[in-house]
């Protein structure tokens, strides 16, 4: 074996050397680059949505109602019977004829908003009855309408406001009353959901 072929053979394996080192580094790094794939691959979900908002900006002078009246449920009745509503914040029911009656008892609430000192007289416009109305024509009627206060002072003067003249007596001129009343129940009442509406108004002077 001459020189030059032994030179070659040792030029050959220097070769398979060099490259043995850049296989396992091509290894090395392509294995961390298989493994951080996914997280690119990962998708990020967003959604949105939205509500509406609104108020309602008084003037002095104005009334608004805060809660419906509610006497609850009541079962069907043998007997004639009455539901007495009382006003105020912290109602109470109280049933007559041996009515049996659960749930809600809330009294109507309306808010004013006036001024310190300013007088204002209340009534209702329903001619002292309210009928509700029920399924296939039944009916109901709400009467013996009372008042609860809160901030106001009853003064003289209603002249026929058959709810009464009051004084603010509120720094900020807002206050508010509270409405009962008496529901009359008939014999064997048709069951269903009963509504009718309370007209309030108002003046100042």
């Not at 008892?105 to 007088?119: H, L, P, T, V």
Request: glycine fraction near 12%; hydrophobic fraction near 40%; include cysteine.
């Amino acid at each position: 074996m001459g020189p030059e072929i032994i030179r070659l053979l040792r030029l050959l394996r220097l070769l398979r050397l060099a490259r043995r080192p850049r296989r396992a580094l091509f290894a090395a790094v392509a294995v961390p680059f298989l493994w951080a794939a996914p997280a690119y691959a990962q998708a990020v979900e967003s959604d949105t949505a939205s509500a509406q908002i609104q108020t309602v900006i008084q003037t002095p002078g104005s009334i608004d109602k805060t809660a419906d009246m509610n006497f609850g449920s009541i079962v069907q009745p043998n007997n004639a019977g009455t539901v007495v509503l009382t006003p105020g914040a912290s109602p109470t029911c109280t049933t007559t004829g041996g009515l049996v009656r659960t749930g809600v008892c809330r009294a109507a609430r309306f808010s004013i908003f006036g001024r310190r000192n300013w007088k204002v007289r209340i009534r209702e416009n329903n001619g002292g009855v309210v009928t509700l109305n029920g399924p296939a024509g039944a009916t109901m009627t709400m009467n013996a309408i009372t008042i609860a206060t809160a901030d106001m002072t009853p003064v003289n003067g209603g002249n026929g406001w058959n709810l009464g003249r009051y004084n603010i007596d509120n720094n900020t001129g807002t206050t508010e009353f509270w409405l009962g009343g008496t529901l009359n129940v008939g014999v064997a009442q048709t069951p269903g959901v009963y509504t009718g509406t309370v007209v309030v108004q108002i003046q100042f002077n």
